[in-house]
């Protein structure tokens, strides 16, 4: 049985990119490529590293919780009062990489919030391949 009170939503967005997995970590991981994509920061790929991601409109702190390079990252990221947790995975494909982003934690009360992140993680990505693109 499950109670209301513990039940959390997920955003989830998979993606193709033609690109392979070594490609897109850099983005994911490097500071200076994240604040294209995403927000400022002052991201390292270490577990256990505390990071901030600032935008206009406020920031969002962080601390980093998995990494495998190339395979998988996860952060924490609260902002307000929410407490949620980032997770991205990197599987190869045979035309790139399948990225899978994650972001579970929404209360059942945090509908602006749910909602935000199911407009903005598409964005976001579309920025990220955008970046990927680029790299040589």
Same mark, same amino acid.
């Given at each position: 049985? =499950?109670?209301?009170?513990? @039940?959390? $939503?997920?955003? !989830? *967005? @998979?993606? @193709? #990119?033609?690109?392979?997995?070594?490609? #897109?970590?850099?983005?994911?991981?490097q500071?200076?490529l #994240?604040?294209?994509?995403?927000?400022?920061?002052?991201?390292?790929?270490?577990e256990?590293h505390?990071?901030?991601?600032?935008? &206009?409109? +406020? +920031? *969002?702190?962080? !601390?980093?919780?998995t990494?495998e390079?190339?395979?998988?990252?996860?952060y924490?990221?609260? =902002?307000?009062?929410?407490?949620?947790?980032?997770?991205?995975?990197?599987?190869?494909?045979?035309d790139g990489?399948?990225l899978?982003?994650?972001?579970?934690g929404?209360?059942p009360?945090?509908?602006?919030?749910?909602? +935000?992140?199911?407009?903005?993680?598409?964005?976001? #990505?579309?920025?990220? @391949?955008? *970046? *990927?693109? $680029?790299l &040589?």
């Amino acid at each position: 049985m =499950t109670h209301a009170a513990t @039940e959390t $939503r997920s955003v !989830v *967005v @998979e993606r @193709e #990119i033609p690109h392979p997995p070594e490609k #897109i970590w850099r983005a994911l991981t490097q500071p200076h490529l #994240i604040a294209e994509w995403l927000m400022k920061n002052d991201f390292a790929a270490r577990e256990g590293h505390r990071f901030s991601l600032t935008a &206009d409109w +406020g +920031g *969002v702190d962080c !601390v980093v919780q998995t990494v495998e390079p190339h395979r998988a990252l996860s952060y924490a990221w609260d =902002t307000k009062d929410l407490r949620s947790t980032v997770s991205w995975t990197l599987t190869p494909t045979k035309d790139g990489t399948l990225l899978r982003m994650e972001q579970e934690g929404f209360q059942p009360n945090q509908k602006p919030y749910f909602q +935000g992140a199911s407009v903005g993680w598409p964005r976001f #990505i579309s920025a990220l @391949e955008r *970046v *990927v693109e $680029r790299l &040589d």
